[in-house]
């Protein structure tokens, strides 16, 4: 069973300050203006025309795993996003269709795929949050993103006020982004993924996962073990959310590992060259993604590093902040980021950019 997010509290005051955080792995964030709960799609839909009709700005929360909500909070209407379930829409001999509401939470998708056989989502297991946010930043990890398997997104469009289909090839992939991620416009209410019948992964493509399972970069393993695997690497840096672990009180790992053209890297090298090479892969038009972890670490800001309030570098991991008391607040938490961005930046002349959804604050 995976970490489900939390339920709603009825009849709760959302202007309490401490409302958001409820609902955020963080548990960070202020009071809401107003709080809904919508538990379909067209409630998601009814809801945002209401606050539209109130002239109330929207957020749309689901695991709340990927965003920083700022002490302030949100003074609109939040909407929780807790629609359920799952079907087959299209199969043929080699592959599945299932189309997944907004509000599935992920790893439990991702565990009954597994269960049925049905490979392409298996090295994202254990990522925390809802099905209907994992083409906003593109969701990845070990070498997979849902980019390969989603086929369509079905969306509120806010602007023409209407539900629309969304091909895959209009989404916009890109590493951890979409046209979705900072758009106000789409609210996702279903996605289409479309996987392969076999009881076989992928190709593994990390090396790290290789390793673990005893295998070649470029095999393929059962699901299950693959599925088994992942969780265990993850569980080990903190990854897989842990009410009893304050490591995971995060949204994961803070920043996007930076793509940097030749000449920039180049310089980066040149700035590094008493620490060895810089962890890299090369990416299309000649750039190179850089470790973001590797950079904040040799910058002085190791695993366990403190800042103010006791938010602190995740001791499992040096890309994750956390709310290690679970009492901090999000402008302690954004004033440590504020202090590696600009300490990496110092030393290496790299920029970091914030992987999650900043609402109401900044760094
Ligand atoms: C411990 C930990 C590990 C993580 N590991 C990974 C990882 O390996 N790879 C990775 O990619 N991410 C990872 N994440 C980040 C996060 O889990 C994912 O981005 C996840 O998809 C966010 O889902 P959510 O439901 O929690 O979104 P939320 O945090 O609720 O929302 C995130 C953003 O999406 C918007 N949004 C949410 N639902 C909808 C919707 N239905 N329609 C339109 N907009 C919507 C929100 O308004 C917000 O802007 C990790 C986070 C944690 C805490």
Known sequence: MSDVYAEPTTGADPTDPATLARYTTLRLGGPAGRLEIATSADEIVRRVREAEAREQAVLLL?????????????????????????????????????RVEAGEPWDDLVAATVERGWSGLECLSGIPGSAGATPIQNVGAYGQEVAETIVAVEAYDRTEGKVVRIAAADCGFAYRGSV????????????????????????????????????????????????????????????????????????????????????????????????GEPPSWPCPGDTVKVSAAWLIDKAGF??????????????????????HTGTASTAALVALAREIRDGVQTRFGVTLHPEPVLINCTI
């Open 302 to 323: 190791g695993k366990g590093y403190t800042g103010p309030e006791g938010v602190a570098i995740s001791t499992k991991h040096t890309l994750a902040l956390t709310n």
């Open 62 to 98: 689901a695991g709340g795993s990927n965003v920083v909500i700022g002490d302030q909070g949100f003074p609109g209407t939040v909407v929780l996003i807790r629609s359920r379930g799952l079907r087959v829409v299209a199969e043929d001999a080699d592959t599945v269709t299932v």
């Open 180 to 275: 979705f991620k900072y758009s106000d416009r789409w609210v996702v209410l279903s996605v289409d993924f479309r996987l392969t019948r076999s009881p076989l992964s992928g190709p593994v493509r990390y090396a790290e996962l290789a390793r673990a399972l005893g295998v070649e970069v470029g095999d393929r393993v059962p699901l299950a073990d693959a599925r088994a695997t992942v969780r265990r690497l993850r569980a080990g840096k903190g990854m897989v959310l842990d009410a009893q672990d304050p490591d995971t009180w995060s949204v994961g790992s803070f920043f996007t590992n930076p793509v940097l053209e030749r000449e920039a890297y180049e310089l980066l090298r040149e700035r590094a060259a008493d620490l």
